[in-house]
């Protein structure tokens, strides 16, 4: 079994910022790309950005910029700086890993639990 735990969010001010992180455990094999998506109330999930095992980033347009997306391949670890955050950025953020079980030939799509981020004055 392998697990997502993310940790981070909370309310901010509009300007401020946030640290989100996502570790994984259990049966890991190998993590392939790593990536953070959002959901706004009443608005469909929505990819924010993702890092691929190379270091490859890709940002949605709205948060470039503003967000940036690392990797601790030694802690299974992704994390999502974000700056300047407006109140448009309010939503769940749920991490999500590619990754190959110890006990699998091909990889799968691992989610966290979601933290909610609110971006008000």
């Known amino acids: 079994q392998v697990q997502l735990v993310e940790s981070g969010g909370g309310l901010v001010q509009p300007g401020g910022s946030l640290r989100l992180s996502c570790a994984a455990s259990?049966?890991?094999?190998?993590?392939?790309?790593m990536g953070w998506y959002r959901q706004a109330p009443g608005k469909q999930r929505e990819l924010v950005t993702t890092?691929?095992?190379?270091?490859?980033?890709n940002y949605v347009d709205s948060v470039k910029g503003r967000f940036t997306i690392s990797r601790d391949n030694a802690k299974s670890t992704v994390y999502l700086q974000m700056n300047s955050l407006k109140p448009e950025d309010t939503a769940v953020y749920y991490c999500?890993?590619?990754?190959?079980?110890?006990?699998?030939?091909?990889?799968?799509?691992?989610w966290g639990q979601g933290t909610q981020v609110t971006v008000s004055s």
């Open positions: 890092i691929t095992s190379g270091g490859r980033t």
């Open positions: 999500n890993f590619n990754l190959r079980t110890r006990f699998s030939y091909t990889g799968g799509d691992y």
């Open positions: 259990g049966s890991i094999g190998s993590i392939n790309t």
